[in-house]
């Protein structure tokens, strides 16, 4: 993971100002060891949620050293009283009684959510044992989205790894969040992605994609595509963009040329946005299973502090690798 371009970057920015970042799932030997390698490290503070005892064996059991970690226990947690009367501010709206409060921050997503809304850490990882609902529920309802935005979103970083260590990365959105999004919503989407495109290094040059190229096909998607492009230009001007493009136009150069020799982006787009999670989905995966890309993600995007969500079938590695990014957009 160290060679990746944009890593060493990622890490780098962390160098400068270190973070905390908190796992939901302190007893999973998965989050342990990426937890170990950090502490190893001078640039990112674990901090595990859990009975202390209970993270500590596992630990052992396991054979990761933790010693210098924070763990925090939900049961123990000597800032409690505090915690409940801001989940129930946060919540007033939904009439949230303290006795409601303390039995839903119990639960561990919801506490380290909370240990994020009051300042105690900067950032979030969860979701190596439970679903994608489960992490972004807690975030939105307690973190919410940043001034200005109207949705949550994600994209995935794609790393093709050269062997002369000049990596190809590339960024999709969205592909995990939004099903349907609408014009509006595609937007958003593209200036987020483009965002956290240039925290990996990339300059982004962004496709809205279709079954069409500038009008050579017909239809109420291709509209959308087409209409939210002119509607992202005119909201970044100063980013790259075009659309609607077909996937071959948008990244061969000699496709380009053919099919829309002005654009500026055909033929060498990096930074792709979907016309709904469908596209999106099977996009990033055909890309990571026949284009030999790793794919890093989903990282969502659009809230007000950084909150992430693990595959369920992740290794410590990616956790690890997750965790950087992720304290990295704080």
Sequence with gaps: MSNVNGFGQLIEILKKNPKKIVFTEGTDARILEAA????????????????????????????YNIRGAEIIDPNNFDRMDEMVDLFCELRKKKGVTPEQARETLSHANYFGTMLVKMG???????????????TVRPALQLIKTKPGNNIVSSCFIMVRPSATGDNEVLAMG?????????????????????????????????AFLSYSTLGSGKG??????????????????????DGELQFDAAVSPRVAR??????????HANTFIFP??????IGY??????????AYGPILLGLNAPINDLSRGCNALEVYSMAIITAALA
Aim: with cysteine; net charge negative; hydrophobic share 40%.
């Design 174 to 206: 969205d592909c995990a969040i939004n099903i349907h999004p609408s014009e509006d919503d595609l937007v958003e989407i593209a200036g987020e992605t483009a965002e956290c495109a240039r925290i990996f290094g990339i300059d982004p040059k962004i």
């Design 285 to 294: 995966k055909i890309a990571q299973r026949l284009g030999q890309f790793d």
């Design 36 to 63: 170990s390698r950090l502490l190893a490290s001078n640039f990112l503070a674990p901090i595990l949620v859990g009975n202390p005892d209970e993270v500590t064996e596992a630990a052992e059991s396991s054979g």
């Design 120 to 134: 105690l850490a900067d950032a979030l990882l969860g979701g190596a044992t439970y679903s994608t609902a489960d």
């Design 220 to 241: 109420e998607d291709v509209d959308k595509m087409h209409n939210a492009a002119a509607k992202a230009k005119e909201k970044y001007p100063n980013l790259s963009i």
């Design 258 to 267: 053919t099919k829309c020799p002005e654009s500026e982006v055909a033929g």
């Design 276 to 281: 709904d999670i469908n596209a999106g989905n």
